[in-house]
Each structure stands twice: as structure tokens, then as C-alpha cells.
């Protein structure tokens, strides 16, 4: 087999490579295209929540009401981190220790 005849085959060697690994990227694209869609269908409908007001002192009520559970608990976090804090300040001696 000379050069020529050689370099010839591994064109098309490659070439075939190329068209099969083109084959494989639209079967992946395709497989992609068709797990977003049943991604999609399976989802439930989004379900929007309005509640209405008969007065704007109803809405600023409510917001009245949203914000002090808000503030409830970034207190509560507060809380649970300070009283964390303590309990690890009495563990350290422990751990320096050893």
C-alpha cells in the first residue's frame, strides 16, 4: 500500500468517524429535546394564589401581619445561632485540649 492509498483510507476513516459521531450528537439533542418535554408535562400547572381585599386596611394588614412573621423569624434564627454560638464557646476548651 503506498502513501497515497494510505492517507486516502485514513480520510476516510475519519470521515466515517465524523458522520457517526454527528449521527450520535442529534440522537443526544433529540434524547434532550424529548427528557425537557416529559420534564415539562410531568410538572402539576403552576397555581397562582390571589387574595383579595375588600379595603387597602385589609392589604395593609396583611403586609402588616407578613412582615412580623418575617421578623418572628429571623428572631428566632438569631436565637437559635446565639444560643449554637454559647454551646460551642463551652465545647472548645474540650477540643483544645486534646
Known sequence: MNL???AKKTISEVSSIMEEQRR???ILKEQ???RKTEIKDELPPMEFVC???DTPQDLEDKISM????EEQK?????EIS???NKEFKKEE???QSE
Open 66 to 69: 407578613v412582615k412580623f412573621e
Open 51 to 53: 387574595e383579595e381585599f
Open 74 to 78: 429571623i428572631q428566632n434564627n438569631i
Open 24 to 26: 450520535q450528537n442529534e
Open 32 to 34: 434532550e429535546l424529548n
Open 93 to 95: 476548651p474540650f477540643l
Open 82 to 84: 446565639t444560643q449554637e
Open 4 to 6: 497515497e492509498d494510505l
